[in-house]
């Protein structure tokens, strides 16, 4: 496979386990929520994919999916409080972390 398959591809802004928010970069610039169920249609990591402007229905390729545990998804969202200096929420949301990583440790014992 060519290295040039990749060169026009939007990076995922968003992830989660549902839902991928990305923005139509060459087109319209216009942010894209896409539901893994109803829209994707899969619940594999994303690799890479073509899907369809939401707003100006032209197509473009979205890559580099981050379908990661719970408890890493709640990390990562830490990032977004901090920049926000959103602190609290932060700290809230570490301690949710380990709290889903004990939980799925305890249930696997």
């Known amino acids: 496979m060519s290295l040039g398959v990749f060169q026009n ?10 839902n991928h928010g990305v923005e139509d970069e060459s087109n319209c ?16 990591p994303i690799g890479l994919k073509t899907v369809t402007c939401q707003a ?10 981050t379908i990661t545990a719970a408890h890493e998804m709640l990390l990562f969202g830490c990032y977004a409080f ?18 889903v990583f004990f939980s799925h440790f305890i249930q696997r014992v």
Do not use: H, P, W
Request: glycine share 4%; with cysteine; proline share 0%.
């Open 9 to 18: 591809c939007n990076l995922l802004k968003t992830g989660s386990f549902r």
């Open 82 to 99: 901090i920049e926000r200096k959103e602190y609290m929420q932060c700290v809230l949301s570490v301690a949710q972390a380990y709290e």
């Open 56 to 65: 100006c229905k032209a197509l473009f390729n979205i890559k580099n999916d």
């Open 29 to 44: 610039g216009v942010r894209n929520t896409f539901n893994r169920a109803s829209d994707l249609q899969t619940f594999q």
